[in-house]
């Protein structure tokens, strides 16, 4: 069964910190281009961060140098630390498995950044 099992969404105060992780099985994740998207409320979804199968990574503007992506390939999980997070970093965010032919989604994971 193809899956993404994503975790680690939660509440946190601006300045704070988080870590996501998703869990891929069923496919063979190591050649995968992993990515995290984001969606807030009445805003379209965009793409946060990705990261390759030879670890290049890639960020959005807005949360360069405050994100980071990661993969263990010998676990089949993606991260993304998030750190000094903002209200604005408020979303639903998902974790996607990407090659050129095919597109894995994960579930859902809400981050609230509150004071």
């Known amino acids: 069964q193809v899956q993404l099992a994503v975790s680690g969404g939660g509440f946190v105060q601006p300045g704070g910190s988080l870590r996501l992780s998703c869990t891929g099985s069923?496919?063979?994740?190591?050649?995968?281009?992993m990515a995290w998207y984001r969606q807030a409320p009445g805003k379209s979804r965009e793409l946060v961060a990705s990261?390759?199968?030879?670890?290049?990574?890639n960020y959005a503007d807005p949360v360069k140098g405050r994100f980071a992506i990661s993969r263990d390939n010998a676990k089949n999980t993606v991260y993304l630390q998030m750190n000094n997070l903002k209200p604005e970093d408020t979303a639903v965010y998902s974790c996607?498995?990407?090659?050129?032919?095919?597109?894995?989604w994960g579930q859902g994971t809400q981050v609230t950044v509150s004071s």
């Open positions: 990261i390759g199968s030879s670890s290049r990574t």
């Open positions: 996607t498995a990407n090659q050129p032919v095919r597109q894995i």
């Open positions: 069923g496919f063979a994740f190591g050649i995968y281009t």
